[in-house]
């Protein structure tokens, strides 16, 4: 079957405009998470999804980040107005079910991410 | 509050070499721990995992034990190949909540053959 799928592979945008990411979790999962990767860092969680709400969006830098998600689909992260600093790799991941009381680790398996770089 | 240290690479070995890639963790309570692996051109996967005290997780002839009294989970395999070349990171989470992992800086290693 099809894995998380991200769009688009590769952004460049100018400073100070707005871009819109996509990711399409696996069908099924309920559990959504998006995480970046700065050049030379590892990968920082930003936001997790459980259906279409957001338990858990502490790690979201700033407030010209946001994201929504439509029911247990297709999740978009919004960035505005954005900065040379925003530059890195864009994951997402999903998961059959997300956190809360659970007593297993629920393996989360993530799409290819996508560069955005802004100039 | 949670977090992972790994190695610095880049790594270069020769084939058949054994490779040890270490990491620490902190944490509070009993987080699970995780090595993930990105492949070139490919997204992030699952390697290996241990959830408790002592548990060894191994894949694909790698192994890694969860040591709490050193707060380790070191990386280890005894001959590499070729096709190992990968960039691996080191992570935890904490089973309750929103199980977001937390992920070390990734070591980037090259087998030559």
């Known amino acids: 079957g099809a894995g998380v799928s991200q769009s688009p592979s590769n952004k460049v945008t100018e400073k100070g405009k707005d871009v819109e990411l996509r990711c399409d979790p696996i069908?099924?999962?309920?559990?959504l998470y998006w995480y970046r990767q700065r050049l030379g860092q590892g990968l920082e969680f930003l936001i997790y999804f459980q259906g279409n709400s957001a338990p858990d969006k502490s790690g979201l830098p700033s407030d010209r980040f946001s994201a929504e998600r439509t029911g247990e689909s297709v999740s978009t992260l919004t960035i505005q107005r954005t900065q040379q600093e925003d530059s890195a790799v864009y994951l997402c991941?999903?998961?059959?079910?997300?956190?809360?009381?659970?007593?297993?680790?629920?393996?989360?398996?993530f799409g290819p991410g996508t560069r955005l770089t802004v100039l | 509050g949670n977090s992972v240290t790994q190695m610095e690479g880049p790594v270069t070995l020769s084939e058949e070499a054994f490779l040890t890639i270490n990491c620490t963790y902190t944490?509070?309570?009993?987080?699970?721990l995780f090595w993930y692996v990105q492949y070139p051109g490919e997204g992030l996967q699952l390697l290996l995992k241990a959830t408790k005290a002592d548990d060894k997780g191994s894949n694909k002839g790698f192994e890694a034990t969860y040591r709490k009294e050193t707060t380790s989970f070191h990386l280890e395999k005894g001959s590499v190949q070729v096709s190992d070349s990968a960039v691996y990171f080191c992570a935890l989470i904490r089973i309750q909540g929103a199980q977001k992992l937390v992920f070390g800086q990734g070591t980037r290693l090259t087998i030559n053959p």
């Open positions: 069908s099924g999962h309920t559990a």
């Open positions: 991941a999903s998961s059959p079910r997300g956190g809360g009381q659970q007593s297993s680790y629920n393996e989360q398996f």
């Open positions: 944490a509070t309570g009993y987080p699970s």
